[in-house]
């Protein structure tokens, strides 16, 4: 199982980045897809989720309207596009996938939003 997330880096405030997780050795497909970050010094934040088949995405409030969370499942991948970002939005960023017992994590991308 492989989840490798990419597309990390240095954005001014007011930047966009997008986020790609690219998925291998299960059923991408059957698994809810999460985007989760960390700052230094806090804990694991949950930023957005899209389920198996999409449809309906759900966000942090600390992120809604700009951060959108999409999954193409016949690439085995999934998304975040982040608009607007800000200061606080700098993190390293985790993709998950979920089912029932099941949760894989990828390794994070560091996403930096600095001036």
């Known amino acids: 199982v492989q989840l490798v997330e990419s597309g990390g880096g240095l954005v001014q405030p007011g930047g966009s980045l997008r986020l790609s997780c690219a998925a291998s050795?299960?059923?991408?497909?059957?698994?809810?897809m999460r985007w989760y970050r960390q700052a230094p010094g806090k804990e694991r934040e949950l930023v957005a989720s899209i389920p198996s088949a999409g449809g309906y995405t759900n966000y942090a409030d600390s992120v809604k309207g700009r951060f959108t969370v999409s999954r193409d499942n016949a690439k085995n991948t999934v998304y975040l596009q982040m608009n607007s970002l800000k200061l606080e939005d700098t993190a390293v960023y985790y993709c998950n996938a979920f089912r029932g017992l099941y949760d894989y994590w990828g390794q994070g991308t560091q996403v930096t939003v600095s001036s």
């Open positions: 050795g299960f059923t991408f497909r059957s698994y809810a």
